[in-house]
């Protein structure tokens, strides 16, 4: 069955760099677009980035753009989320999420298929 795994979350200082990965598995992996979601205290889950299946393509919330990366490691089954200049309104757990449907580009909306089951990240002022 589908298992998406995240890790390297944690504490850090403002200004400070995390790299968030996601581990996945039971399904072809460099079939699928992913992406990156976090969810605050009190707030709704909100997009924060996607990369389709080859790599080629990748997408940013206005407000991580310049900040954050979005990569995969297809012959690793992974997915990675680089976070640079951190903000403490950056604080969330971040989700990687997927769909069922193959070769297809990965909406920013909520209505995904697969999800991890996120990984804290707290930034400090």
């Known amino acids: 069955q589908v298992q998406l795994v995240e890790s390297g979350g944690g504490l850090v200082q403002a200004g400070g760099s995390l790299r968030l990965s996601c581990a996945a598995s039971?399904?072809?992996?460099?079939?699928?677009?992913m992406g990156w979601f976090r969810q605050a205290p009190g707030k709704e889950r909100e997009f924060v980035s996607s990369?389709?299946?080859?790599?080629?393509?990748?997408d940013y919330a206005d407000s991580v753009k310049g900040r954050f990366t979005i990569s995969r490691d297809n012959a690793k089954n992974t997915l990675y989320l680089q976070m640079n200049s951190l903000k403490p309104e950056d604080t969330a757990v971040y989700s990687c999420?997927?769909?069922?449907?193959?070769?297809?580009?990965?909406?920013?909306?909520?209505?995904?298929?697969?999800w991890g089951q996120g990984t804290q990240v707290t930034v400090s002022s």
């Open positions: 999420a997927t769909d069922r449907a193959a070769i297809r580009s990965f909406s920013r909306g909520n209505s995904h298929d697969y």
């Open positions: 039971g399904f072809t992996f460099s079939w699928y677009s």
């Open positions: 990369i389709n299946w080859g790599g080629g393509t990748t």
